[in-house]
């Protein structure tokens, strides 16, 4: 799923909503304000890190079920995702 480079994670939070809809969207809103709290020094605590831990992983799992499966099975032998993984502009700071 292509990401604007400018989206905030308040928006992805909408965009993953309408592209999931089993996913509850009240959830990846908590998400994407505990996103921008972490990044832009707000208060979260353990259980919001541990929240938005198990969140992020159940999100990814159904946006990968969500894909068909010819593109499912692709990427697992895609090789970009390391080489992006890999590029200072993408590592935590």
Request: net charge positive; aromatic share 6%; hydrophobic share 45%.
């Amino acid at each position: 799923m292509p990401v604007p480079a400018s989206a905030t994670p308040v928006e992805m939070a909408e965009r993953l909503a309408r592209e999931l809809p089993r996913v509850d969207p009240e959830r990846l809103r908590r998400v994407g304000g505990l996103m921008n709290a972490a990044r832009y020094g707000g208060s979260v605590t353990p259980e919001d890190a541990a929240f938005t831990v198990a969140e992020v992983r159940s999100a990814t799992v159904a946006l990968r079920r969500s894909r068909p499966l010819p593109r499912r099975l692709l990427w697992w032998w895609d090789p970009r995702a390391p080489l992006w993984a890999a590029q200072p502009a993408r590592l935590p700071r």
